[in-house]
């Protein structure tokens, strides 16, 4: 969390500089403020890019937004006199306020937890028998979500804080993660797994779905394609034992040999073993619990079911 407050401090500050920099060359014409500008920008993409290895874009690019108009009002007070009466302080900081609530509040899909349950049935009915109770598992960087519903509608749901990129910086450091650093982040699963599964009765499931990068990715391995390939990860339903097997695979490789499998998207190269252990525990206690042999993969997910939901 240290790390993801000072990537937002560090973006907006160069942000600020460079749109400094950017207003000198404007108005004087100095080559000087015009390289210090474009390097100033150069360095603010590539702050981003890292950024977004630890955390997910809507909360790393909302954080940024909030210190920058903070950083905006300190300048235009102490350089430019700007005054402001109590009535736009008060607006300032309402807006402000209710940012930072929306950062903290943002579950790993971009939207709040309760939000984005209402929205995943309707994201992979497509895929399911709507008339059966089926249990929806978003595995994102910060979180993951079990949504159980039926016939369009939410029964229980709970968001885990447990996430690939989470993983990623609690234990699996490795390269590969030791046996030690395994057993800890496994641990760690199944602790908020304990919470979830005392929330939501998984053992009512019918249909287990797995949606978000980490499961097609996942399916893209257990399936063995020559590259990534959505038409066929998309409503693929494989053995438990297989999903499992791909899981752990991939979670004892190595960051090479990730790096290789022609479907690894770059970005996701560095938290696939994390997210693996994590699909793979989902996977392994749902199915025990609800008596599941297979489970189905979706490349449809919040998005879409928002989209539908506006339909």
């Avoid at 890019?49 to 909360?59: D, G, K, N, Y």
């Avoid at 008339?131 to 968001?159: F, I, K, Q, R």
């Avoid at 394609?225 to 097997?245: K, M, N, T």
């Amino acid at each position: 969390m240290v790390g993801i407050l000072g990537s937002m401090a560090a973006l907006a500050a160069i942000d600020l500089v460079g749109a400094l920099f950017a207003k000198e060359y404007a108005e004087r014409h100095r080559p000087v403020a015009l390289a210090l500008g474009v390097t100033s920008f150069v360095l603010l993409f590539g702050i981003y890019v890292v950024a977004l290895r630890f955390a997910e874009l809507s909360i790393v690019t909302m954080g940024w937004i909030v210190m920058l108009q903070i950083g905006v009002i300190a300048l235009d007070q102490l350089r430019y006199g700007l005054h402001l009466d109590a009535k736009q302080w008060a607006a300032i900081v309402v807006i402000i306020v209710l940012q930072c609530y929306l950062i903290v509040s943002t579950s790993a899909s971009g939207l709040p937890a309760e939000a984005s349950a209402d929205h995943r049935p309707a994201s992979v009915e497509a895929v399911t028998d709507a008339s059966t109770p089926t249990l929806v598992v978003d595995l994102g960087g910060g979180s993951t979500e079990l949504v159980l519903g039926v016939a369009g509608s939410v029964t229980a749901a709970c968001s885990m804080d447990v996430g690939c990129v989470r993983m990623t910086e609690r234990h699996l450091a490795g390269d590969p993660p030791s046996r030690q650093q395994v057993a800890d982040a496994t641990a760690d699963v199944d602790a908020a797994l304990d919470e979830a599964l005392r929330r939501v009765p998984v053992a009512d499931t019918a249909t287990l779905v797995g949606v978000a990068g980490t499961v097609t990715t996942v399916t893209a391995h257990a399936l063995r394609l020559g590259s990534y390939d959505p038409h066929r990860i998309h409503a693929s339903v494989l053995e438990v034992d297989d999903v499992l097997a791909a899981c752990a695979d991939l979670l004892a490789m190595t960051h090479e040999r990730r790096a290789a499998l022609p479907f690894m998207h770059p970005g996701r190269v560095d938290v696939i073993g994390a997210g693996a252990l994590v699909w793979s525990r989902v996977v392994e206690r749902v199915s025990a619990a609800a008596g599941l042999r297979q489970v189905t993969t979706s490349e449809h997910d919040i998005l879409d079911g928002i989209a539908l939901s506006l339909v």
